[in-house]
């Protein structure tokens, strides 16, 4: 089946306008993650979403950075004044439970770049 | 800080030769332990996972993962190498913090295979 998908892969932006990130979590999943991943590193952790609600946002770097996922599934991550150092991949997982246990897959990512 | 620690940042090895990648935690408790792979160009992707019981973890494509609760490490191993293991290796932990369901990550290694 389709996994997860994220759009667009590629965005370049000029430092100071505002993006908006897509994903689109496989079907019927229930837990969904976005994780900011800079050059060299490891994802590190923005927020979580169980359904609509927004459990966790404390990796959100900055008040800049706002998530949502009005229904349930697909959800948004958008950036306001964007700056260089949020140039990164930023990447959304999506997991079929709240429990521990269950497994996160991952979308191919979007790639910010920031000029 | 808690973490998780990957000392090797890039490791070379020629077909055949057996591979072992560390990974170090600092959580105390109950952690789950998870290693994801990157092939080029590709979405990361679950290798194996242990939660509990039998500390040795076989995943697929031949890897395996030992848990050393005594180390806080959970290295990854293959006795047998291929050119097509050439990837990205990410260790990651779900801490014992109630609620938190989002994983934190090493740094990455690198892991290029020569024919």
């Known amino acids: 089946g389709a996994g997860v998908s994220q759009s667009p892969r590629y965005k370049v932006a000029k430092r100071g306008q505002d993006v908006a990130l897509r994903c689109d979590p496989i079907s019927g999943h229930v837990s969904l993650f976005w994780y900011q991943q800079a050059l060299g590193q490891g994802p590190e952790f923005l927020t979580y979403?169980?359904?609509?609600?927004?459990?966790?946002k404390s990796g959100l770097p900055s008040d800049r950075f706002f998530a949502e996922r009005p229904e349930g599934s697909v959800s948004t991550l958008k950036i306001q004044r964007t700056q260089q150092e949020d140039s990164a991949v930023y990447l959304c997982?999506?997991?079929?439970?709240?429990?521990?246990?269950?497994?996160?897959?991952f979308g191919p990512g979007t790639r910010l770049t920031v000029t | 800080a808690q973490s998780v620690s990957q000392h090797n940042h890039h490791v070379i090895l020629s077909e055949a030769a057996s591979l072992e990648l560390g990974c170090n935690y600092s959580y105390g408790g109950t952690v789950n332990l998870f290693w994801y792979v990157q092939y080029p160009g590709q979405h990361l992707q679950l290798l194996l996972k242990?939660?509990?019981?039998?500390?040795l973890v076989k995943g697929i494509k031949g890897f395996e993962a030992e848990f050393i609760k005594s180390k806080f490490s959970f290295n990854l191993r293959k006795p047998s190498v291929q050119w097509s293991d050439t990837a990205e290796y990410f260790c990651a932990a779900r801490p014992p913090q109630t609620g938190a369901n989002n994983l934190f990550f090493g740094t990455g290694t690198r892991l290029t295979v020569i024919p």
């Open positions: 242990y939660f509990s019981g039998d500390p």
């Open positions: 979403f169980q359904n609509e609600a927004q459990l966790d």
């Open positions: 997982a999506s997991s079929p439970g709240v429990a521990v246990s269950y497994e996160q897959y």
